[in-house]
């Protein structure tokens, strides 16, 4: 089971990202996905989540508006967009996967997730 985050970089304030989290080894049908970020000396925390059928979305109050999640089952990606990026989006940004067992729920709490990827370093700077 790998999940791979990728699409960080050094980007200015009021600009755009998209991350991508390819993952193999399960059937990413099955499986809801969430992204996750650790800024500097602050705990992990939960920025946006996607169920099985992209019918549940969830996203973080900070990223309401600016955050948009999305998923290709047949690619096996799961992307999360970033608009008008802010200083506070800096921060390692982890995609990771849970089988729920239902079509219903994606959770953003990080001990709810089983797999992890390695993270993708986002850095918003002028």
Wanted: hydrophobic share 30%; charged share 20%.
């Amino acid at each position: 089971v790998q999940l791979q985050a990728s699409g960080g970089g050094l980007v200015q304030p009021g600009g755009s990202l998209r991350l991508s989290c390819v993952v193999s080894g399960f059937r990413l049908n099955y499986y809801a996905i969430g992204w996750f970020r650790q800024a500097p000396g602050k705990d992990r925390e939960g920025v946006s989540c996607i169920g099985v059928n992209s019918d549940i979305k969830k996203y973080v109050d900070s990223g309401e508006g600016r955050f948009t999640i999305s998923r290709d089952n047949a690619k096996t990606t799961v992307y999360l967009e970033i608009n008008n990026l802010k200083p506070e989006d800096t921060g390692v940004y982890y995609c990771a996967a849970k089988n729920f067992g239902t079509q219903r729920y994606c959770g953003t709490s990080s001990g709810e997730y089983r797999f992890w990827g390695q993270g993708t370093q986002v850095t918003v700077s002028s």
